[in-house]
Each structure stands twice: as C-alpha cells, then as structure tokens.
C-alpha cells in the first residue's frame, strides 16, 4: 500500500556534503513525523534528526551544526541535508515515515530500504 524509498546516498570525502531524500507513494492520507536514522556496522542504529508534522526538528548532538532536515509535504518526502561530513558519519542511513493511509485515523511507521553513506579520511 505504501512504498518508502531513500536516494542520494554515496562516497565522499571529509569535509564534502550530501543530501538524502525520502518519498512515500501510495495510498497516504496524511504524514506525521518524518526522521532520519543511521546504522554504522557493529552499531545499534541511532537518530539523528526528525521533524514533526508542524515543521519542529532535533537532531543528535553529533550532527548538530552540520545537518539539516527538512519536508516537502506536497511530496510526501523528507530531505537530510548533511555538510562537513565527517568518517564517522559512515553508515546506512535509514527514513521512516508516521503515515496514516486514506480512510484511517492512526498512523503506522514505515521503514525505507537504507541508502549508504561512505566518508573517507
């Protein structure tokens, strides 16, 4: 019913940028939070930004400064706009969405499939 789909991931070097996107297609009615989260091998996967509905964000304190989330809502896409890259930022980057299908009250997180994010030294 619903598809999430991440682009923009790559290589770069320390110090480059890169900016994520995330589109939801489908039977979508409305979309509450959108976040962004990373896993680095070995790792738990971790937050590092979200923004609500109203347009309010966090971010984790190692990306403060150098990331910046924003949506498009009549894209059903979230972007995750990322400067000063540095190796450890290395990981799958992962979206998920708070969406709530047509003719349903709640919402239901959905999980995109991860887009790579390699930084070297």
């Known amino acids: 019913q619903v598809q999430v789909v991440e682009s923009g991931g790559g290589l770069v070097q320390a110090g480059g940028s890169l900016r994520l996107s995330c589109a939801a297609a489908g039977s979508i009615g409305s979309i509450n939070d959108m976040g962004w989260y990373r896993q680095a091998p070995g790792n738990q996967r971790e937050l590092v930004a979200f923004?609500?509905?109203?347009?309010?964000?966090n971010y984790a304190d190692s990306v403060k400064g150098r990331f910046t989330i924003s949506r498009d809502n009549a894209k059903n896409t979230v972007y995750l706009q990322m400067n000063s890259l540095k190796p450890e930022d290395t990981a799958v980057y992962y979206c998920?969405?708070?969406?709530?299908?047509?003719?349903?009250?709640?919402?239901?997180?959905?999980w995109g499939q991860g887009t790579q994010v390699t930084v070297s030294s």
């Open positions: 998920k969405m708070d969406i709530v299908l047509i003719l349903r009250l709640r919402g239901s997180n959905y």
């Open positions: 923004i609500t509905s109203g347009g309010s964000t």
